[in-house]
C-alpha cells in the first residue's frame, strides 16, 4: 500500500522552526500528515500537552493536511489507530543517527507494518533543539530566528512566571530566616 499519511510524533516542548522546516517538507509528499505531541511525563515538559498542542496547532494552520493530535499509548500502537503507514522523524546530525536508528528498529520489531521515514532539515536548523530555545529563553536571550512569534510569547510568559515564583519563593525564605 502506498503511504499516504504518516504520523509525526515528538515532544515539540515547544515546536521549533527545525520541527517545521520537517513539517513543510513532508505537507507536499504525503495525503494527510499528523503532527502527534506525545505526553511524555516522565521528561518533565516546561509545556502542558494542552499548550504545546494548541502551539503547533497555530504553526501549522496554514497547511490544509496538516493535523495536530496527542497520544499517550505507544507510538506503534497509536500509529495503527490512525490508520497511518509510516512514521516521520527529522535526523538532524550524526548525534540523531544512533538513537533514531534504535527507535526505528524496535518500532518496526513491534509493528512491521510501520515504517520509519527521515527526513533532513536545512543545514541551519540542524543545531537547533527546543531544550536549546529554553535554555537561552531562560537566560533571557532573543529566540526569534529559532521559533514562531507565538511561541516565543509563550516561552517568555512561562519564564517570567517561573521567575515571580521563584522570588516569592526567597521572599518567604527571607521571612523565615529573619524570624
Ligand atoms: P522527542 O522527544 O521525540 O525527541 P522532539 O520534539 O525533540 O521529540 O523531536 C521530534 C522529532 O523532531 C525528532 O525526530 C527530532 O529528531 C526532530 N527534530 C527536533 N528538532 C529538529 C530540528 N531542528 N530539525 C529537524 N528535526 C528536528
Known sequence: MAVRTVVYP??????TNGHLDVIHRAAPLFA?????????????????LAERRKMVGE?????????????????????AQRGAQAIIRGLRAVSDFEFEFQLALINR????????IFLMPKESYTFLSSRVVKEIC???????????????AALKRKFRRAARKQKRGFGLATQAFEI
Request: overall charge negative; proline content about 7%.
Open 10 to 15: 515528538g515532544s515539540f516542548d515547544p515546536i
Open 32 to 48: 494527510q500528515v499528523v503532527v502527534a505531541v506525545a505526553e511524555n511525563e516522565g521528561k518533565h515538559p516546561l509545556f502542558t
Open 59 to 79: 504553526a501549522v494552520a496554514t497547511l490544509p493536511n496538516v493535523t495536530v493530535d496527542s497520544f499517550t499509548c505507544l507510538l506503534v500502537d497509536y500509529v
Open 109 to 116: 520489531k513491534l509493528n512491521e507494518e510501520i515504517e520509519t
Open 138 to 152: 531562560r537566560l533571557g536571550g532573543d529566540v526569534s530566528a529559532f521559533v514562531p512569534p507565538h511561541v516565543q
